[in-house]
Structure formats: C-alpha cells, structure tokens
C-alpha cells in the first residue's frame, strides 16, 4: 500500500507541471445588451498543449471575435475552436491557421444567429511552444 502511495505521488508530481492552465471571464453589459467572454489560455512550463474550457449558458447572436497571441507567442498557424453541445464549431472554421504574430479581429457573420444557453468548449491546437499564452475574446448581442 505504501508503495502504491508512492509511486500515485511520483505520477502526480511529474504530472502537474505540465499541464496548461484557461480561465474564461464572462462580461455582461446590460445596458448595451451584451456579453463579453474573454478566454485567457497558456500553456505551463515544459506544456504545449491547452486544457480545454468549458463556457455555460452562453446566449446571444455572435457579433465579434477577436484573438491576441501573447508574448512567448504559440506556434504560427495555429487553431482554435469552440464547439456548442453538438460539437460544431461555432466559428465555423474562421479561428483556423491563426498568426502568432500580431492580434486579429473580425466582424462575425459565419456564426450561429443565436445561441440559446449554449454549453461552450475551447480547444486549441498546433501549438508547440512551451510557455505560450493567448486570449480569444468574443461579444454576443442580446437585443
């Protein structure tokens, strides 16, 4: 049993540096009848890879997205997606091949016309730098 223990702690300690850490922050603008989510993602020491997010509730007609790679900057041409509980991508494929380089905005009309207190999910992928950090941010209008 003792042995067990160790050997759960071992895995555990070479387990945790590498994985990536993504908050979401939910912003409501009532009197504009908005809703701002901002997905800040980075990746841990000696990780490429992002743990997914999970967005709840969200509501409104997609309106804006914009992305923001961060300084280490990910891997160029790298992928985003965001599913609803169907697993369709939300943007349709417009978060494909993203630049590393500078920040991207776009007016959004390939999305959904409404979400409806959509279960969202986050992926990223084609990343191979360690320490990468980003945000994606999207506006949903309710009225």
Not at 115 to 127: K, Y
């Amino acid at each position: 049993m003792k042995k067990l223990f160790l050997a759960l702690c071992l895995v555990l300690a070479f387990a945790l540096p590498v994985l990536a850490a993504t908050t979401v922050t939910v912003t409501d603008n009532t009197k504009l009848g908005t809703h701002t989510y901002t997905i800040d993602w980075s990746t841990t020491s000696g990780a490429v890879a992002v743990s997914s997010a999970t967005i709840y509730n969200a509501w409104g007609e997609i309106v804006d997205v914009q992305v923001d790679a961060g300084s280490p900057a990910p891997t160029a041409s790298y992928d985003v997606t965001i599913k609803d509980s169907r697993g369709y991508d939300v943007f349709r494929g417009l978060l494909m091949d993203l630049p590393a380089t500078k920040a991207w905005r776009e007016s959004v009309s390939v999305g959904p016309k409404w979400l409806n207190q959509e279960t969202l999910t986050f992926a990223l992928s084609g990343n191979s730098v360690t320490n990468a950090v980003g945000t994606v941010q999207f506006t949903t209008r309710t009225k």
